[in-house]
C-alpha cells in the first residue's frame, strides 16, 4: 500500500495522463472505483481520465442513471499510464489489451481478486488484497491515507460499489463494515444506496432461473454436492441460487456467438473446510483454454471459446477434486 501511495502522489506530482479503467460488463464496484480514484488523482494534480472497455452492467446502468452520472465506454489509450481496477488480468480486458500493449503505457493494478502471475509481470505496480471484499473499500483506504474526502455522490457510489460486491454485506468482513461505518459517518445514507440498488422484477430473469433449475446436473463427490447448469445469460444470479437452495458449489454456463462464459459460487463452509478456491481453479483453466477468469474463493467467473463439452467436463472435474477436505 505505501508502494502504492508513493506512486499516485508522484502520478499527481508529475501531472502525468492517467486512463483508469474497470473491466467489460463493468459492475457498480468497478464503476464506483474507477470514478472515485479519478477524482482523487485529479486533486493530486494528475490529468485523469476513466471508462470501461465495452460496456456496463444491467444494474451500473441504471444506479448511474438514478443518480444522473454517466462514464465513457471504450475510451481512447491515450495516456501515460494505465491503472485497471477491480481486474486481476489483461486479458480480462478482451480487445483492450491490444490497444494498451501499442499505446504502451506504464501499467498498474489495483485489485480484490486472486492475482493473476502472468499479468504481475507487465505491469509496473501490481497491488492486490484478496482479503477486501470489493475494490470501492481500497479506493476508500487509499483516500483516507492521503486524507482526502470523496464528493457526496462519489462516496454513495463507493457504498453501492460495496453493498452490491458483498451481497447486501453478506460476504462483508470486519473491514468491510469499517469502511461502511466511516462513509455513513460522513452523512451518506445508507437507506438511499438500497433505493438506488433495488431494481424492478425482470421477468426474462425469472425464466433464466426455471431454465437453470429444469437443466441442472447434480453431482457428488467427498460427499460435497455440486450442480452444473447452461443458460442464456444470468449465469451468476443462477449459480447463487443454487447454492442458497443447498448446493455445495454451483457452476453455470452460457454460450453465446462462440463465446463460453462460467460462472461458479460455493457456500462459505466449503470454502474453509476443502481445498477449493474457485479463483485458483478459473485461472487455472483460463491458461489451459486460452481464456481469461480469475475470482475469489468463494465466487469466480471465467470466459473463453473452445469445444463446451471438453470445458464441461474439465470444470465438473475440477471442482469435483477441490472439494477434498483439507
Known amino acids: 500500500?505505501?508502494?502504492?501511495?508513493?506512486?499516485?502522489?508522484?502520478?499527481?506530482?508529475?501531472?502525468?495522463?492517467?486512463?483508469?479503467?474497470?473491466h467489460p460488463h463493468a459492475d457498480p464496484d468497478a464503476v464506483g472505483s474507477v470514478i472515485a480514484l479519478k477524482e482523487l488523482l485529479e486533486s493530486l494534480g494528475a490529468k485523469a481520465e476513466c471508462g470501461v472497455p465495452g460496456n456496463l452492467s444491467r444494474l451500473s446502468k441504471s444506479v448511474?442513471?438514478?443518480?444522473?452520472?454517466?462514464?465513457d465506454t471504450n475510451p481512447p489509450v491515450n495516456a501515460d499510464y494505465?491503472?485497471?481496477?477491480?481486474?486481476?488480468?489483461?486479458?480480462?480486458?478482451?480487445?483492450?489489451?491490444?490497444?494498451?500493449?501499442?499505446?504502451?503505457?506504464?501499467?498498474?493494478?489495483?485489485?480484490?481478486?486472486?492475482?493473476d502471475e502472468e499479468t504481475q509481470k507487465e505491469t509496473e505496480l501490481y497491488f492486490v488484497d484478496e482479503n477486501a471484499s470489493s475494490t470501492a473499500e481500497l479506493i476508500l483506504q487509499i483516500g483516507e491515507e492521503l486524507d482526502y474526502t470523496f464528493d457526496d455522490k462519489t462516496a454513495l457510489l463507493l457504498l453501492i460499489g460495496i453493498v452490491t460486491d458483498?451481497?447486501?454485506?453478506?460476504?462483508?468482513?470486519?473491514?468491510?463494515?469499517?469502511?461502511?461505518?466511516?462513509?455513513l459517518d460522513t452523512g451518506i445514507e445508507y437507506k438511499k444506496a438500497l433505493e438506488i440498488v433495488k431494481t424492478p422484477k425482470d421477468p426474462s430473469k425469472r425464466v433464466a432461473m426455471l431454465k437453470a433449475m429444469?437443466?441442472?446436473?447434480?453431482?457428488?463427490?467427498?460427499?460435497?454436492?455440486?450442480?452444473?447448469?447452461?443458460?442464456?445469460?444470468?449465469?451468476?444470479?443462477?449459480?447463487?441460487?443454487?447454492?442458497?437452495?443447498?448446493?455445495?458449489?454451483a457452476a453455470?454456463?452460457?454460450?453465446?456467438?462462440?463465446?463460453i462464459r462460467i460462472s461458479s459460487r460455493a457456500g462459505s463452509n466449503v470454502v474453509s473446510e476443502t481445498k477449493l478456491h474457485l479463483g485458483k481453479l478459473m485461472n487455472d483453466l483460463a491458461d489451459k483454454f486460452n481464456g481469461s477468469g480469475g475470482g475469489h474463493s468463494g465466487a469466480a467467473a471465467?470466459?473463453?471459446?473452445?469445444?463446451?463439452g471438453k470445458i464441461k467436463r474439465e470444470i465438473i472435474r475440477g471442482l469435483k477434486e477441490r472439494v477434498a477436505p483439507v
Do not use: C
Request: proline share 2%.
Open 214 to 249: 429444469v437443466r441442472s446436473e447434480l453431482y457428488k463427490s467427498h460427499n460435497r454436492w455440486i450442480v452444473f447448469s447452461e443458460i442464456g445469460a444470468y449465469e451468476s444470479d443462477a449459480a447463487s441460487l443454487f447454492v442458497n437452495i443447498g448446493a455445495d458449489v
Open 302 to 308: 471465467i470466459s473463453l471459446r473452445g469445444d463446451f
Open 166 to 183: 458483498t451481497g447486501h454485506l453478506k460476504f462483508a468482513n470486519k473491514e468491510t463494515f469499517k469502511a461502511v461505518y466511516n462513509l
Open 252 to 259: 453455470v454456463a452460457s454460450e453465446n456467438n462462440d463465446e
Open 64 to 71: 448511474l442513471g438514478k443518480m444522473g452520472m454517466g462514464i
Open 82 to 115: 494505465v491503472i485497471i481496477l477491480d481486474t486481476s488480468s489483461l486479458d480480462q480486458l478482451e480487445g483492450y489489451r491490444e490497444k494498451i500493449e501499442k499505446s504502451n503505457p506504464k501499467i498498474i493494478f489495483i485489485d480484490h481478486h486472486h492475482p
Open 1 to 22: 500500500m505505501n508502494e502504492l501511495l508513493r506512486e499516485l502522489i508522484d502520478l499527481g506530482e508529475r501531472e502525468e495522463r492517467v486512463l483508469l479503467l474497470g
